[in-house]
């Protein structure tokens, strides 16, 4: 696991500002460094070894015939099969390394390449002599990949890197608050436009797509679809499937040359995963909140199997104590209160002298596991009724103000691509336009950013429809940004074998019937872990990664925390300063429960504060 920066203009003097950009992620790649100068071009790349520990796996890295640089984030976890090809077509390789795989297998492959790799990864190579680049993501967008195109000397220029950070390093780089983010962000919770970030300027290569840049001219293409496609098996073949696929990746994921660990919490998937890697250590976080602590469930089946476990437990001190520096490495805004206790998960790993770690994201969204996925008793009642009642019902509801039922109405008799917008609806759009002022009030709209996504996957069935939008939006911009930053701020490796491109293919044939079955969610998933984990850990249900804001925002000490916030000068740049003060008040004194919106609110400030006003290192 590693970090990269590039840009390609025709400067001079390019060492110092690619020094400077690979210190700012140097988190990411403490091990080594190296860098890459030509007349066009800049490379530099800091590195996690992980596998062959020598300076043989040292990047930049160079084709035979040194006319192609290479700088790669992630694993490629089928490059001995790749290798053995490539050797048997006479190329001679000097490592052991994935990386050096895919240099060769570019010289052969060219573009085509992407479509051999089962991995996790985002790469770019230079190819000094057409002076051109090529670079990928990996299928979900498990590694980060940010560029930023400008003008130098009156030539169309590009900067690349793993984290947005080190652009702050280039002095061609204008920093500026996006304001077409913040109204998206407000709903969300997360920067939830694929391609654009809060930056202006910046954008993110998106998953399952690679890009080639010359003559000032960048290009993208998609190269990988999700493709969900019931092939009606039965569900004893669909199990055997599974569990085979499982055994598969998890083999793969934990190829490495250094102690490798497992996240475990008390749900089924990361216990799944714990059961089949059978590993020396899992790891665990909880809160002193006793109905907030899932630790005890991890360390009972950490005894079951007989693996040591390592538990820590966290507070609001140091959660809120450390939310500058959380945002600081999360790039952008993201307000899902379960990346505090990431961060200090990963650092519990690491503090244990673990250098990857296997966790369990991705199974819910394959195999349905989100209890938003079905129908609650409410939405099933309605469903009964007639549709010329029902949906003419939900369209007055719209239009009305809030009552009790009106949310349960408004799902039941409106199409899904009207309802759901993934995990989170923090604020409702016009709650956000409201406490917005105006500069910020234009942006796309929530249902343009979804339609965009349910228009691939129209005639589908609703949970399918629901699936895929969180892959495409909720998994990418919220689930895995989070895994990778939390992880790669305390220099530590993750993986995750549920987002495994082969196990996506078996995930995409199972019919929805056998993931969502009496309200059970990822019953078919839970039937194939039935034969590993013991009943209690199949059966229970998803809990996520709970977090007692709605506690802390009720304490003097942490209200006056979000109070100092709320009323910084600053604040009216963006918000109505009284609007934003009444939601903590009203929660404070226990009107309303503001939690998720305070919060949000409040990390955007943390996170503007950290990048735009302190000295940010």
Known sequence: MCGFIGFFDTREKKEVIVERMMDRVVHRGPDMGGKYIDAHCGLGFRRLSILDLSEAG??????????????????????????????????????????????????????????????????????????????????????????????????????????????????????????????????????????????????????????????????IQKYWEVNFNDQHKTLEENIADIRAVIDDSVKMHKQSDVPVGSFLSGGVDSSYITERLMPDKTFS??????????????????????????????????????????????????????????????????????TVVLSGEGADEIFGGYEWYGLDEGQKKLKKLPSFILKPAASLAKHLPNFRGKTTLLRAGRPVEETFIG?????????????????????????????????????????????????????AGDILQKADKMSMAHSLELRVPFLDKEVMKVGEQIGSEQK????????????????????????????????PIKLWFQEEKYYQFVKEYFQADYVDQFFDREKINQLLDDHYQGVVNNARKIYTVLVFLVWYKRYFIDEVA
């Open 58 to 219: 040292a990047q930049p890295l160079y084709s035979e015939d040194g006319n192609k640089i290479l700088v790669f984030n992630g694993e490629i976890y089928n490059y001995t099969e790749i290798r053995e090809d490539l050797m048997a077509k006479g190329y001679k390789f000097k490592s052991n390394t994935d990386s050096e795989v895919l240099i060769h297998g570019y010289d052969e492959y060219g573009e085509a390449l992407v479509n051999k790799l089962r991995g996790m990864f985002a790469f770019c190579i230079w190819d000094k002599v057409e002076q051109k680049a090529f670079g990928a993501r990996d299928n979900f967008g498990i590694k980060p990949f940010y560029f930023y195109e400008y003008e130098y000397d009156g030539q169309q220029s590009l900067m690349i890197a793993s984290e947005i950070k080190a652009f702050l390093d280039h002095p061609s780089f204008n920093k500026e608050v996006n304001k077409k983010a913040l109204k998206p962000y407000l709903t969300f919770q997360y920067s939830a436009q694929p391609d654009e970030t809060f930056f202006k300027g910046v954008k993110r290569l998106k998953p399952g797509h690679y890009f080639t840049y010359q003559n000032g001219e960048m290009k």
């Open 285 to 354: 976080i909880g809160f002193a909140e006793d109905t907030f602590d899932e630790t005890t469930h991890a360390e009972d089946l950490s005894n079951i199997l007989n693996i040591e476990n390592i538990k820590r437990t966290i507070d609001a001190d140091d959660c809120l104590g450390m939310l500058p520096t959380i945002q600081y490495h999360m790039d952008e805004p993201q307000s899902n209160p379960s990346t505090m206790p990431l961060y200090f998960l990963s650092k519990l790993v690491k503090d244990n002298d673990v």
């Open 423 to 475: 995990q989170a609806l923090v604020f409702e759009e016009d709650e956000a336009k409201d406490i917005l002022n105006s500069d910020y009030q234009q942006s796309r709209s929530v249902k343009d950013i979804t339609d965009k996504v349910y228009s691939l996957v129209q005639g589908k069935d609703d949970v399918t429809k629901k699936q895929f939008l969180d892959i495409k939006l909720f998994m």
């Open 516 to 547: 969502i079955t009496n309200g059970t969610t990822k019953y078919v998933l839970r039937k194939a872990a039935e034969k590993s984990l013991p009943e209690e850990w199949f059966k229970r249900k998803k809990k996520g990664f709970p977090v």
